[in-house]
């Protein structure tokens, strides 16, 4: 808990910045739930899945590797399923996707909330700068290919960040997808979650007379392992700053927790959330024309990715 949290009040939902992913879970029973959660090994992720399998949730959690999402769920109480998910490797994910179908897993909500941030130098994957990459394609292709999984109610969790107003003026570089020209580690961090941003947006779209929701969530600003790519002294005072205005892992994991599983939440679709409460974002993540080109991108991009075999030969760096 952070000083700053000590003056930050609750918003209409009655949580906000203070609260914690048991404050807002406290009176919830979620068994017989079942809940994906990408990126469980780590930071957010993994306090998520804590919260959700000890309120009676079964999780399933989703890692880079096998063996880092078997020893993340060993690591929680409760009732877990690990499985491989590496992002920026389309075989992966499409193994991950056919192995959640072949258990017949039906889910209650899809929590996105695997990420990196602010590589310093580019990098590629299958010629896409890997931020984007991975936050936004590897999600896209994670989501769309378990949406015949997704219950009639289910609800779809997007991990975006206040940082998507880092993003271009243009919004996505749709003619520079590899950023070629220009690359800057935020401006591109910024870009992809941007795009998750957009791609909720337009999955609600998708969704609208249905009971599913999409939604897209800021966590805050709090210090995970996200931040292994800053340089040594923005770490530094990153860890100086973080018990004055940080917020803590329990408090971070709030918002993602409290939009895939609170009833106050239930029928909210298309909308950002920052403090367990709905926010505003800039303003060209509600320019559904951009949402609709982006997916429309995203899957055109998908469609020409390698099939299992030759997908790791392909891949640049
Ligand atoms: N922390 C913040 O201040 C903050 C602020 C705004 C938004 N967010 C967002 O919140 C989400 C969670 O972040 P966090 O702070 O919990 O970070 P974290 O502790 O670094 O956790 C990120 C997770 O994503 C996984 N991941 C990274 N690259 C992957 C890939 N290629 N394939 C599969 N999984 C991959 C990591 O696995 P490994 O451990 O194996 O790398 C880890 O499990 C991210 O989407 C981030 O953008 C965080």
């Known amino acids: 808990m952070s ?26 029973l979620l068994t017989g739930k079942t809940i994906l959660v990408t990126g469980c090994n780590s930071g957010l992720g993994q306090e998520a ?53 072949r258990g017949g897993y039906r889910l209650d909500a899809l929590i996105a909330n695997a990420g990196i941030m ?59 997808l590899a950023g070629d020209h220009g690359y800057t580690a935020w401006g591109h961090y910024g870009q992809s979650k941007l795009a998750n941003l957009l791609f909720a947006k337009e999955l609600a779209r998708r969704f609208a007379g249905t009971r599913r929701t999409a939604n897209a969530v800021h966590p805050g600003v709090i210090r995970t392992n996200l931040s292994r790519h800053m340089p040594g002294f ?36 298309g909308a950002y959330f920052a403090d367990c409460n709905p926010a505003t974002p800039r303003a060209d993540a509600d320019d559904p024309a951009l949402a609709k080109r982006l997916w429309e991108v995203s899957e055109s991009l998908v469609a020409g990715l390698p099939l299992a075999a030759d997908s790791q030969a392909s891949r640049v760096r």
Request: hydrophobic share 45%; charged share 15%; aromatic share 6%.
């Open 3 to 28: 000083i700053y949290a000590l003056f930050k009040g609750k918003g209409p939902s009655g949580f906000g910045y203070g609260s914690t992913a048991e404050e807002v879970t406290e009176a919830l």
């Open 49 to 101: 899945m804590r919260v959700l399998a000890k309120r009676g949730a079964r999780v399933l959690g989703t890692a880079r590797t096998l063996e880092k999402a078997k020893t993340a769920c060993d690591a929680v109480g409760g009732q877990t399923v690990p499985f491989a998910c590496e992002l920026s490797d389309p075989s992966s994910v499409r193994a991950c996707v056919a192995a959640v179908k």
């Open 118 to 176: 602010a590589l310093p130098k580019r990098q590629l994957a299958h010629g896409i700068e890997l931020q984007l990459f991975t936050n936004h394609i590897g999600h896209f292709m994670l989501v769309t290919g378990l949406l015949d999984q997704l219950a009639d109610a289910g609800r779809v969790v997007m991990l975006s960040s206040a940082a998507h107003t880092m993003a271009p003026k243009a919004g996505i570089l749709f003619d520079d």
């Open 234 to 269: 923005a770490s530094f005072v990153f860890g100086l700053a973080g018990p004055l205005v940080l917020k803590s892992v329990p408090q971070g994991a709030a918002t993602e927790v409290y939009v895939a599983v609170h009833p106050g939440a239930a029928t909210t679709s």
